[in-house]
């Protein structure tokens, strides 16, 4: 039974930071990510981690975004820091354990991946 479930969003003022989190359950992932969209606007990759801690991460938070993941918690994290006004979006986890990802080299921001959380707010002001 696969399970993501997001938290730490939350409303913070520009500059700020937060952390999100992802539990996964059900099964190994070999590529996780996060995703986020606003409103009116597509949604968009953030950031993604293979499963050797390879990680790739949208131009627009390159430098002030942080993806990891806790194996032995299978937890997955998103740490936000210098927060923008338009970095306002609903966040959203994602993950995939098909063997195509396996090796990794498909693993990428933005990447179509088959398991969704229900997302977590974050509202910057």
């Known amino acids: 039974h696969v399970q993501l479930v997001e938290s730490g969003g939350g409303s913070v003022t520009a500059g700020g930071s937060l952390r999100l989190s992802c539990a996964a359950s059900g099964y190994t992932y070999y590529c996780m990510g996060w995703f986020r969209q606003a409103p009116g606007k597509e949604r968009e990759g953030v950031a993604a981690i293979d499963r050797t801690g390879r990680t790739s991460y949208a131009d627009s938070v390159m430098g002030r975004f942080t993806i990891s993941k806790d194996n032995a918690k299978n937890t997955l994290y998103l740490q936000m820091n210098s927060l923008k006004p338009e970095d306002t979006a609903m966040y959203y986890c994602?993950?995939?354990?098909?063997?195509?990802?396996?090796?990794?080299?498909?693993?990428?921001?933005?990447?179509?991946?088959?398991?969704w959380g229900q997302g977590t707010q974050v509202t910057v002001s």
């Open positions: 994602a993950a995939d354990r098909s063997f195509v990802f396996f090796s990794g080299s498909g693993c990428v921001v933005g990447a179509a991946l088959g398991y």
